[in-house]
């Protein structure tokens, strides 16, 4: 079974920065970020696939950078400017083929790593 691990989460002061990895234990033409808050929806943050085709919500674009390395297959998130509303469960997801929004879609999911942004 492919494995994806996170790390990097913390506590952070707005305005300040974290870096999220992601370690799969192969390589998935796509990789994805997604944050879920306390009883809503795991909403996706970013992703990058094997082409450096980029997606980034709305909220954290100019913020925000995904990026990838298929040699060590792992992806990273770069979080620049953190705002309290950055803060969240975040995880790693994976599939086949292009991204796409709809979590169901990602076969493959890491366990996730805590962001608490503080204002």
């Known amino acids: 079974q492919v494995q994806l691990v996170e790390s990097g989460g913390g506590s952070v002061q707005a305005g300040g920065s974290l870096r999220l990895a992601c370690a799969a234990s192969r390589l998935w033409t796509c990789m994805g970020w997604f944050r879920q808050e306390p009883g809503k929806e795991r909403e996706r943050v970013a992703s990058?696939?094997?082409?450096?085709?980029?997606y980034y919500a709305a909220t954290v674009q100019g913020r925000f950078i995904v990026s990838r390395d298929d040699e060590q297959h792992t992806s990273t998130l770069q979080m620049l400017s953190v705002r309290p509303e950055d803060s969240g469960m975040y995880f790693c997801?994976?599939?086949?083929?292009?991204?796409?929004?709809?979590?169901?879609?990602?076969?493959?999911w890491g366990q996730g790593t805590q962001v608490s942004v503080s204002a």
């Open positions: 990058i696939d094997s082409d450096d085709k980029i």
């Open positions: 997801a994976a599939k086949n083929w292009y991204c796409q929004e709809a979590t169901w879609q990602y076969p493959d």
